[in-house]
């Protein structure tokens, strides 16, 4: 009797948590994977609760079907990690191979041939399984923002494994219900099902704010138009690559450039055929540098690339390839063309140099240079 009341105990907390993860989707729409971790949440709840009615209604349902609700909680919350983070869900195989075993290890250890010891074994080498695939998941490579509560839950979901194990070893045993003989160990088991649904939607709840503060600092750091950096993350990467390059010894250059005649594309255009010049003019950018580089928008028309580890030479031809690019470029809008040009200005570090603003104005001295000699060509300074 305790026994059940325990596991009630624990449906109504896992209820509760189901709908403090409900609200909490509701009042933060951006948040994703909570509304697949509160469902998993609630087949818990239910699944709890046809345990906890144990007698009183068919074994059908106080064991088959609540054994196997109990194990979609984990499918929901690989789904919802998977989600939350912004990676790939494709493992619906998930589901079949979590539900079935689990149907089929209660059917046959309670009807064909009944071992409640082996049910138990069974259940709990599943949970592993699936604890393991929920670790694997968030062990993954990780911003640094959100590799804590990662990690923090990676090695909840460790600790989780080993009390499966423990709890398999005890039904190995003979006597699945030993852990309960001494009041220490029976505080421990009432404690257990309940620390983990409160760890767990704690856990994921710290990893839900830490994704979200990560993905606004991004979006404060993206030009919304461009998909490039803006001019603030650009200050901020010029400063960091210039420590670099003093503290390595190496070379440091930048290329800034000014599509020419904007204003006159924005008159025959409008502002949307601008706006679409913009956005082929960063794809071409973005898709003509290398991995490591930076680029910007920096305002208006006007873009920059930060290039660590290059000389100024190497600079000049690379400005020199994205002038062709953008020469070649032709834009489509409103069955119209428009051709772009661009004119560049390219610096170095130079040993004297101690912040990032003074290589930007020697780049924009050039820039101006590459103006005045006609535009649509490459000026170093």
Known sequence: MNDLR?????AVIFGCLC??????HRSTPGLRGVS????GYATSAVGMELLALRGRIPDFFSITVANTLLVLINVFLYWGIADLLHLQRPQRWLLPISV??????????????????????????????????????????????????????AILFTVYQAINIYRAWEAHLGDPR???????????????PI?????????????????????????????????????????????????????????????????????????VHGHDGGDAALHQAARCLRDNLRDVDHVARLGGEEFVAVLPGTSHDRAAEIAENL??????????????????????GVATML????????????????????KEQGRDRVALL
């Open 36 to 39: 697949l971790i509160t469902v």
């Open 19 to 24: 709908l403090y993860m409900l609200l909490i």
């Open 323 to 344: 002038r062709c690019c953008l020469a070649s470029l032709t834009v489509e809008h409103l069955s119209q063309e428009i051709r772009l040009s661009a004119s560049f």
């Open 100 to 153: 079935v075993p689990a149907a089929a290890i209660s059917l046959y250890f309670s009807y064909i041939q009944p071992d409640v010891s082996a049910r138990i074994i069974g259940v709990s080498v599943l949970a592993v399984v699936q604890y393991a695939l929920i670790g694997h998941l968030l062990c993954g490579p990780a911003p640094q923002r959100i590799s804590m509560p990662r990690l923090g839950l």
């Open 195 to 267: 620390l983990i649904a409160v760890m767990t939607a704690l856990g994921v709840i710290w990893l839900a704010m830490a994704q979200l503060q990560y993905e606004l600092e991004a979006q404060s750091k993206i030009d919304s138009l461009t998909g490039l950096l803006n001019r603030r993350a650009l200050e901020q990467i010029g400063a960091k690559a210039i420590e670099v390059a003093r503290r390595q010894s190496s070379a440091l250059s930048l290329i800034i450039l000014d599509l020419d005649h904007f204003k006159s594309i924005n008159d």
């Open 6 to 10: 325990t596991i009630h105990v624990t």
């Open 178 to 192: 030993s852990m309960l003989r001494s009041a220490g160990t029976s505080t421990f088991a009432f404690l257990t």
């Open 351 to 370: 040993p004297t140099d101690t912040t990032w603003l003074e290589i930007l104005r020697r780049g924009d001295r050039a820039l101006y240079l590459a």
